[in-house]
């Protein structure tokens, strides 16, 4: 289910993954075009860049390889936002100069930032002209394979004293520094010589930066002309700590640091109410909680206990918006099954009904989950996650061996879930089974979140193998579990839409189908429980090494 606004925000703007390498120390060298692979070299056309770049006044784009600019000359003016991706690569974002909005920046590119902002204004913090020369490099068709250019830079720091350190992220907005004619500036320059990847393969890349080498030329130690115009000190950013290898602590953070990598594209997702983005946030979610309450022997009991509670209030604040989806796709996937037999009309009523329905209430609760993604106890949550991931309170039984803990905790989520679905398997049927098996299934889910995120390729193969087995038996029966609980779910929302629809009569019928098909899909749910009983308790995971 998805709003208009995906479409309002989208623009017209470009996507694409930007690789480039910097460096310093000498001008642009001769002989490029000899390098293997390489036909010929072209010229670029000179060209004079003039960017404006924006972000908090405590730099929490920058700390976070973030970068939004408004750059004017050269082959593609316009707003541009930098991502993070691996290695030397980004995501850049393109947007048409007059795409800013009341507070002098895109709306779309305010709101992918948000999960950085976190309720902070963003405002011009450096003004950067350049001007850029260079060769393009080409193959024997003429494609164009990466571009080497020398760019002589000329940085202007904006309203330089009120630009400051890292504190707590948390909270409300700050104000922005006054810009105009009062404020102090910093004035610096440098050159530097820049290799962006176009046609080309990382292979050329490497071959580009041996010969840059061969002449003198060094990588430069700022990852953005931004980051070198504002100094080491404000463009500083808290690297994780290293966690010794082969150990549980490195096991189960490189999982949560991996997780919590994913989560500010989610963010941004939600906010644009892309297609099924509450739900994968959700699960990122849960999969964070997971590992908190799988590994809690590992952390500081209090800090990993308030996370998960966070989590786990983040998770139902997601939740009423993906209930009203899972709803309505449920309820009209039904009534596509329900015999017409001269009832077409009443259908289409009744599918119009529900499509409205659930429409409103996903609206509803999207509308109140991203209310909250806006205030403090969110950002905070964000916060808080991102302390944890870069200097997680490990306690001394973290240095264990990564696959002996990993056997210990899959052992132990083992036992919970068989015990939890011993217990409901032997209540009678009726609402305490129901809930009995909703516990079974929320073990089964943690179990498989626990095995999913430990099949790390720092493990030895073998464990990795009996991981892999011990979730996919864990996901076979969470998956199980999970259509019985929609079931009842579903059985418990048809009477009550039988019950608030004032025009019940005609719709009865297609009612207690869609009841009676429930009824038989949980059944045939329990049916199967004792068979994925035996599989998850089969083979315990005593030793993965």
């Not at 004079?48 to 003016?77: E, I, K, M, N, Q």
């Not at 350049?130 to 760019?151: F, I, S």
């Not at 696959?403 to 679905?421: A, F, G, M, N, Y």
């Not at 609402?431 to 943690?446: F, G, I, S, V």
């Amino acid at each position: 289910m998805t709003l208009d606004l995906v479409g309002t925000c989208a623009g017209m703007g470009t996507n694409h993954t930007e690789t480039e390498r910097k460096y310093e120390g000498g001008p642009l060298p001769r002989g490029l075009g000899e390098l293997r692979g390489v036909a010929a070299t072209e010229p670029v056309e000179p060209q004079d860049l003039d960017a404006v770049y924006y972000d908090t006044v405590d730099l929490r784009l920058l700390r976070r390889r973030v970068t939004l600019r408004r750059r004017s000359g050269g082959t593609d003016p316009g707003w541009h936002l930098k991502l993070p991706l691996d290695g030397d690569s980004r995501q850049e974002l393109r947007l048409p100069l007059d795409a800013a909005g009341g507070d002098g920046t895109p709306p779309d590119f305010a709101v992918r930032v948000k999960a950085f902002t976190r309720g902070a204004a963003l405002v011009p913090v450096v003004h950067l002209r350049t001007r850029r020369t260079g060769v393009a490099l080409k193959d024997e068709e003429g494609a164009v394979l990466a571009q080497v250019v020398e760019d002589r830079v000329t940085a202007q720091v904006l309203a330089a004293e009120r630009l400051t350190a890292p504190g707590d992220e948390g909270g409300a907005a700050r104000p922005g520094p006054a810009t105009d004619g009062g404020s102090s500036t910093e004035v610096s320059g440098w050159t530097e010589v820049e290799v962006e990847l176009e046609a080309g393969t990382p292979d050329l890349l490497d071959r580009v930066d041996a010969a840059l080498a061969d002449a003198g030329l060094v990588r430069s130690p700022w990852p953005a002309k931004l980051a070198r115009a504002l100094g080491p000190d404000r463009s500083r950013t808290a690297e994780p700590t290293a966690l010794p290898t082969g150990t549980a602590g490195a096991l189960v953070m490189a999982g949560f640091r991996e997780h919590l990598a994913r989560l500010p594209a989610l963010d941004a997702a939600v906010r644009r109410a892309e297609e099924d983005s509450v739900h994968q946030l959700r699960i990122t979610t849960r999969r964070l909680r997971s590992l908190l309450r799988g590994h809690r022997r590992l952390f500081d009991r209090d800090r990993a206990d308030h996370l998960a509670d966070e989590l786990r209030w983040l998770g139902h604040l997601l939740g009423d918006a993906r209930d009203q989806e899972v709803l309505g796709e449920q309820v009209l996937s039904g009534l596509g099954a329900v015999p017409a037999q001269g009832r077409r009309s009443a259908l289409r009523t009744l599918r119009g009904l529900v499509t409205a329905r659930y429409d409103r209430g996903y609206r509803r609760a999207w509308a109140r989950a991203v209310s909250a993604m806006d205030g403090p106890r969110y950002f905070t949550l964000l916060a808080d996650l991102e302390a944890f991931a870069t200097d997680p309170p490990l306690h001394a039984r973290a240095d264990r061996d990564a696959s002996d803990h990993l056997s210990d905790v899959l052992r132990q989520e083992q036992r919970r879930t068989v015990k939890r679905l011993d217990r409901a398997l032997h209540t009678e049927p009726g609402p305490q089974r129901d809930e009995a098996l909703h516990r079974a299934r929320k073990a089964a889910k943690r179990a498989r979140y626990t095995a999913e995120g430990g099949r790390r390729p720092s493990l030895p193969k073998r464990a990795r193998k009996r991981t892999r087995t011990f979730g996919k038996r864990m996901k076979k029966l969470h998956k199980v579990l999970g259509a019985y609980q929609d079931s009842v779910v579903e059985r418990r929302e048809l009477s009550r839409l039988a019950g608030e629809d004032p025009t019940t009569a005609p719709h009865a019928f297609a009612y207690g189908v869609l009841h009676e098909r429930e009824r038989e899909r949980a059944d045939a749910a329990v049916r199967r429980l004792p068979e994925l009983r035996s599989r998850a308790a089969r083979r315990k995971p005593t030793r993965l090494s």
